[in-house]
Nanobody, 126 residues
Framework: QLQAFGGGLVQAWGSLRLSCAAS????????MAWFRQAPGKEREFVAA????????TYTDSVKGRFTISRMNAKNTVYLQMNSLKPEDTAVYYC?????????????????????WGQGTQVTVSS
């Protein structure tokens, strides 16, 4: 089970921090990620982080503004979002793959992830 928190309404250029806690699984999985879905659009990849190496991947539109991190002891992943823009408005979902090894070319694919949180709304006003 994944539970996401931290969404809200913020003005452009503001900041928000999303959190996602994973529970109910004892196996160590490789990667956790954030996706987002704006009204009328497909769910898209935002960022991912690997459990062991801490290696991160970002979609181009958030590079330099968003930072993904994780605390393995708490099985929690975070998304720090700075310099928010109206086009960042979406429901944000955290996701986790059940695989212990995810190859690089699969990191951005929705099908890679087996577990999804309930989503948290982020609204950025102009």
């Amino acid at each position: 089970q994944l539970q996401a928190f931290g969404g809200g309404l913020v003005q452009a250029w503001g900041s928000l921090r999303l959190s996602c806690a994973a529970s109910g699984r004892t196996s160590s999985t490789d990667i956790m990620a954030w996706f987002r879905q704006a009204p009328g659009k497909e769910r898209e990849f935002v960022a991912a982080i690997r459990r062991i190496s801490g290696a991160t991947t970002y979609t181009d539109s958030v590079k330099g503004r968003f930072t993904i991190s994780r605390m393995n002891a708490k099985n929690t992943v975070y998304l720090q979002m700075n310099s928010l823009k109206p086009e960042d408005t979406a429901v944000y979902y955290c996701a986790e793959s059940s695989s212990t090894t995810v190859i690089d070319i699969r990191v951005r694919a929705r099908a890679t992830y087996d577990y999804w949180g309930q989503g948290t709304q982020v609204t950025v006003s102009s």
